[in-house]
């Protein structure tokens, strides 16, 4: 079965940086794309990065610059970098085996004065 765990969230000022970990279970890691969502409230959720298995990576528009997706094959980790946080960034970020239906609990990014 496969299992998403997603950690790293928390409450950060204006132009502070989280780092989000994501380990999932249950799939050939390596043999996945995998991305990061997030969901605003009131929003829709939203595609932010995504990695291909040779680690190609692409992001939404507002995230270029900013935030950096990574992945580790032998932790079976995904990870997203995020420097200069903005308010706007405030959301629950998700990680998601790309083409899968399932999703983790997710993590809860306030970034707030």
């Known amino acids: 079965q496969v299992q998403l765990v997603e950690s790293g969230g928390g409450l950060v000022q204006p132009g502070g940086s989280l780092r989000l970990s994501c380990i999932v279970s249950?799939?050939?890691?390596?043999?996945?794309?995998l991305g990061w969502y997030r969901q605003a409230p009131g929003k829709q959720r939203e595609l932010v990065a995504q990695i291909s298995t040779s680690g190609i990576t692409s992001y939404e528009e507002s995230a270029k610059g900013r935030f950096t997706i990574s992945r580790d094959n032998a932790k079976s980790t995904v990870y997203l970098q995020m420097n200069d946080l903005k308010p706007e960034d405030t959301a629950v970020y998700y990680c998601k085996v790309l083409g899968g239906r399932l999703w983790g609990q997710g993590t809860q990014v306030t970034v707030s004065s």
């Open positions: 249950g799939i050939n890691f390596r043999f996945n794309a």
